[in-house]
C-alpha cells in the first residue's frame, strides 16, 4: 500500500498546486489588462444609465467588491476570501440574481451531460480503435476513414450537423433548451420525458467527437502493441490467441487513460461550445450569457469553475490510472 | 534533404492532404484575382438569399433582343412553381373545411381544382379550428394563384409626365425569352447571402484566408515557445528543466480554452485584431510541442556526435543549432502543422462565444459560424450560411492531419502499414 499511498500523495499535492495557479490566473489575467477594470466593467454596466450619481453608486460597490483601491496582494487575499465564501457577486445581466445561484442552477447539466458523454464516448472509441486494430482488412476499412472525419469536424460542426438532421428536418428531437419551455422542473413524469428527450443530441454529439480521437490513438497505440516482440514471444510458446489479446488491449489501454487525463480540458471546452448551439442550459451557455452581456462576474466565476471541475476531473483519472497501472502495483507489493 | 522530400513524396496520405491544402491555398489566391468584390460589402437587402443566379428584371424587360419560344412545358411549368403538391392539400382542406365534398376534389386536376377554389374561396370566411397564421396562408395563397391559367401577356406601361396617365409601351408575351448572356446585369451567387446580405462565397474565401493567416500566426507563436522550452529544457537540464516542466505540466492541466476566454474578454472588443486573438492563441497552447522538444532533445544529449562537439569545444548555441535541431526538425514541423490546426479550430470556438477577433474588418471562419448562428441559420434551414464554412474548417484540419499523419510514417517507420 504503500507504494500507492505515495502516489497518492504526490497527485494531491500536484493537484492543489494547479488549484492555486488556476485560481492566480483567474485572478491576474483580467486585471493585467491597462486601465481601471471596475472602471471598464462599470462603463459597460452603464450604458443607457443617465444618472451619474447611479453611475458612481454602481463604481464604489464593484470597487469595494474588488477591493481595487487596495495593494494587488490585499486584493487577491479579498478575492479567494470570497471564493471560500461561494460570493461571486451579483450577476449584471440577472440582476440582482448572486452568480452563485447561476452557477449552481446550471452546474448539474454541464456535469450530467458531459462526463457521462466523454466516458461513453472514450470507452465506444477505445473498443471500436482496439476492433480495428486487430481485425484490420473491412473493419479497420471503414472504422478508420469514418473515425479520421469525424475527428477533424469540429465539435461545434457535429453540433450542427446532428441539430440540423434529427431536429430540424427529421423533427425527431427538440432544437433547444434542457426541457419543454412550457414546463416547470418538477419529478413528474412529463418533465423527466422532456430532459431525457432534449439530453440526446448534446449527449450524442459529444460522444461522436470523443469517438472519432480516441479511436485513432487506441488503433495505432493497438497495432504497435500487437508487433511487439512479446506478442510473437508468446504466440511461440502457443498461448492462445485471445488471452494475448487480452495482454496487449490492457497494454494498449494505458495510455489511453492518460490521453484522457490530459485531453479533458481540451474535450470540455468543446462540449461546452456543443451546448451552446443546443441552447442547452449548462455552463457554457451561461459562459454565452456572460460574453453577450458583457457580465464579468458570471464570466469570472464560469471559468473558475470550469477549470475546477477539470482538475478535480483530471485527478480523478490519476487516481484510477494509479490503480491499473502494473508499475504503481508493483511498488505496492514490494 | 532532397531524399526526405522524395520519401515524403511518396507517401500516399501526405499527398492527398498536401493537395486538399494547397487547391484551399489557390482558392484563397486566385478566387480575389477575379471577383474584386470587398469581401465584406453588403449587396442584398435582406437576409439569407438562396444560391443562384440573379437576373436583373429591369434590363430584361428592357431588352432589345426577344426571342420566342414556344415549349411545351412551358405553362405546366409556370403552375407548378406557383402551385406545389403541397399548396394543393391545403387547398384541398380548405375547401374540405368549407364544405365541399371530398370526392368532388381533384388535386391532380388544376383547372377544375382552381375553378372550386375561385368559387368557394372567401378571405373572410373563418373556418373551425384555423388560427391566424393559416389564414393569412391563405390569403397569400389565393393572391399567387390569380390568374395563374391565364394565356394573355403582360401589359408593361410607363407613366406619360406630361398628362400623368399610364400609357401602354409593350406587352410581354408567355413565350417571351431573353437569352442571359444579352442581359446587363447578372448576377451568380453561387452560396447566396448571408444574414447581413453579403455573398458568401467571396467572405468564406476571404475568411479562409484570414483563419489560415491566424492558424500561422498561432502555430509560429507556440511553436518557437515550445521549440524553445523544449530545446532549454532538455538539453541544459537541471533546475531549468524542473522550472520549465513545472510551468508546462501547469498548462497542461489548466483547460487552454479557459484562458484563451478570460484573456480574450479582457482585451476587449475594439482590440481584439486578427493577429492579437493568433497570437494569443500562440501563448496559450506551447505545451504540447514543450512536451514534444523536450523528450526527444533529451534522448539526442548523450548521443556520441553531440558528445564529440561537446569535446571540441563548441558552445551551447552552435551544438542546439547543429547537432540537436537536424534530427528534430521533422518533429518540430509536425508539431507546427497541428499547432496551425488546432489554432483554426481554437478561433472558431471563441468565436463563436462571441469573443473572436473585431468584427466588420475581416471574415473569420469562426465569425462567419458565429453569424450563422445568432441569425439562426440552422433553425431556419439556410444551410448555405453554415455548412460551407464548417466543410472549410473540416477540410482544413483534415489536410493538416493527414499530411502529418504522412510525415510521422515516413519518419517513424515503427507506424508504417
Redo the contacts between chains.
Keep these: 500500500m504503500k507504494g500507492y499511498k505515495k502516489y497518492f500523495l504526490n497527485k494531491l499535492l500536484?493537484f492543489v498546486?494547479?488549484l492555486v495557479?488556476?485560481v492566480i490566473?483567474?485572478f491576474i489575467?483580467?486585471r493585467?489588462?491597462p486601465g481601471d477594470p471596475v472602471a471598464?466593467i462599470v462603463a459597460r454596466l452603464a450604458q443607457g444609465m443617465s444618472s451619474s450619481t447611479g453611475m458612481k453608486a454602481v463604481y464604489e460597490k464593484y470597487a469595494e467588491l474588488f477591493g481595487i483601491n487596495k495593494p494587488l496582494l490585499t486584493q487577491f487575499f479579498l478575492y479567494v476570501k470570497n471564493i471560500f465564501q461561494g460570493n461571486f457577486g451579483s450577476s449584471f445581466t440577472q440582476y440582482p440574481r448572486p452568480v452563485l445561484d447561476i452557477i449552481k442552477s446550471s452546474i448539474w447539466w454541464t456535469v450530467c451531460l458531459q462526463f457521462p458523454a466523454i466516458i461513453v464516448g472514450w470507452i465506444i472509441g477505445n473498443t471500436l480503435g482496439a476492433i480495428a486494430a486487430y481485425v484490420k482488412k473491412g473493419f479497420d476499412k471503414v472504422i478508420l476513414p469514418i473515425s479520421?472525419?469525424i475527428?477533424?469536424?469540429?465539435?461545434?460542426?457535429v453540433a450542427?450537423?446532428l441539430?440540423?438532421i434529427f431536429a430540424?428536418d427529421l423533427k425527431w428531437f427538440p432544437?433547444s433548451g434542457g426541457y419543454g419551455f412550457d414546463l416547470i422542473p418538477t419529478m413528474s413524469w412529463q418533465f423527466v420525458w422532456s430532459v431525457i428527450v432534449h439530453y440526446q443530441l448534446p449527449f450524442w454529439s459529444i460522444v461522436l467527437v470523443a469517438i472519432g480521437g480516441q479511436a485513432i490513438g487506441m488503433r495505432?497505440m493497438s497495432?504497435?502493441e500487437l508487433?511487439a516482440d512479446y506478442v510473437k514471444y508468446a504466440r511461440f510458446m502457443g498461448i492462445k490467441d485471445r488471452k494475448i489479446v487480452g495482454y496487449v488491449f490492457r497494454n494498449a489501454m494505458l495510455p489511453q487513460v492518460t490521453g484522457l487525463a490530459?485531453s479533458i480540458?481540451?474535450m470540455?471546452?468543446?462540449a461546452?461550445?456543443a451546448e451552446?448551439?443546443f441552447s442547452y442550459p449548462g455552463l457554457g451557455y451561461m459562459?454565452?450569457q456572460g460574453?453577450?452581456g458583457q457580465d464579468?462576474p458570471l464570466?469570472?466565476a464560469v471559468?473558475l469553475i470550469?477549470?475546477l471541475m477539470?482538475?478535480i476531473a483530471?485527478f480523478a483519472i490519476e487516481l484510477i490510472y494509479g490503480l491499473i497501472d502494473p508499475r504503481i502495483k508493483a511498488a505496492q507489493a514490494e | 534533404m532532397k531524399q526526405t522530400l522524395q520519401q515524403v513524396f511518396h507517401s500516399g496520405k501526405f499527398i492527398v492532404g498536401f493537395v486538399i491544402f494547397m487547391a484551399l491555398l489557390l482558392l484563397v489566391i486566385i478566387y480575389p484575382l477575379f471577383i474584386k468584390d470587398a469581401p465584406l460589402a453588403i449587396i442584398a437587402q435582406g437576409s439569407f438569399f438562396p444560391p443562384g443566379t440573379y437576373v436583373n428584371i429591369y434590363d430584361s424587360i428592357n431588352t432589345t433582343d426577344i426571342y420566342t419560344l414556344n415549349l411545351q412545358d412551358a405553362a405546366a411549368n409556370r403552375i407548378s412553381s406557383k402551385l406545389s403538391n403541397d399548396d394543393r392539400e391545403a387547398m384541398k382542406e380548405w375547401l374540405i373545411g368549407d364544405g365541399v365534398p371530398a370526392d368532388q376534389i381533384d388535386t391532380s386536376d388544376t383547372a377544375s381544382l382552381l375553378d372550386l377554389w375561385e368559387k368557394n374561396y372567401d378571405p373572410q370566411k373563418n373556418i373551425p379550428g384555423m388560427i391566424f397564421a393559416q389564414k393569412r396562408y391563405y390569403q397569400r395563397l389565393n393572391d399567387s394563384v390569380q390568374g395563374i391559367l391565364s394565356t394573355e401577356g403582360e401589359i408593361l406601361a410607363a407613366l406619360n409626365p406630361e398628362t400623368g396617365t399610364l400609357e401602354q409601351i409593350g406587352t410581354v408575351n408567355q413565350s417571351d425569352y431573353v437569352n442571359i448572356d444579352q442581359v446587363a446585369n447578372v448576377r451568380v451567387l453561387p452560396l447566396g447571402t448571408d444574414n447581413f446580405g453579403r455573398d458568401v462565397l467571396t467572405e468564406l474565401v476571404k475568411a479562409i484566408e484570414v483563419s489560415l493567416e491566424i492558424g500561422f500566426v498561432a502555430g509560429i507563436v507556440a511553436t518557437l515557445i515550445g521549440l524553445t522550452l523544449g530545446l532549454l529544457s532538455g538539453y541544459i537540464g537541471g533546475w531549468v528543466d524542473d522550472m520549465i516542466m513545472f510551468v508546462t505540466n501547469l498548462f497542461t492541466v489548466i483547460p487552454s480554452f479557459v484562458l484563451l476566454v478570460l484573456i480574450s474578454f479582457s482585451i476587449g472588443q475594439e482590440q481584439r485584431g486578427a493577429v492579437t486573438i493568433a497570437i494569443v492563441i500562440g501563448l496559450t497552447s506551447w505545451v504540447w510541442t514543450t512536451r514534444a522538444v523536450r523528450s526527444q532533445v533529451i534522448s539526442l544529449r548523450n548521443r556520441d556526435h553531440v558528445n564529440l562537439s561537446k569535446i571540441a569545444g563548441h558552445s551551447i548555441f552552435h551544438i542546439i543549432l547543429n547537432d540537436i535541431l537536424p534530427y528534430i526538425a521533422s518533429y518540430v514541423v509536425m508539431a507546427l502543422i497541428l499547432q496551425i490546426s488546432s489554432a483554426i479550430l481554437a478561433e472558431a470556438s471563441l468565436s463563436i462565444l462571441g469573443l473572436g477577433p473585431k468584427t466588420s474588418v475581416v471574415p473569420t471562419l469562426g465569425l462567419m459560424m458565429n453569424w450563422a448562428m445568432i441569425y439562426q441559420a440552422e433553425i431556419l434551414g439556410k444551410w448555405w450560411a453554415y455548412f460551407p464554412v464548417i466543410v472549410a474548417i473540416a477540410l482544413i484540419t483534415f489536410s493538416m492531419n493527414l499530411m502529418n499523419t504522412g510525415l510521422d510514417q515516413v519518419f517513424n517507420p515503427a507506424l508504417r502499414d
Excluded at chain 1, 151 to 157: C, D, I, S, V
Design positions: 500536484w498546486i494547479t495557479a488556476a490566473l483567474n489575467l483580467p493585467l489588462m471598464g479520421i472525419l475527428g477533424n469536424l469540429p465539435a461545434f460542426g450542427v450537423i441539430l440540423v430540424v432544437t495505432s497495432i504497435y508487433n490530459l480540458g481540451t470540455v471546452g468543446g461546452l461550445v451552446i448551439i459562459l454565452l460574453i453577450l464579468y464570466i469570472s471559468t470550469i477549470t477539470v482538475l483530471n
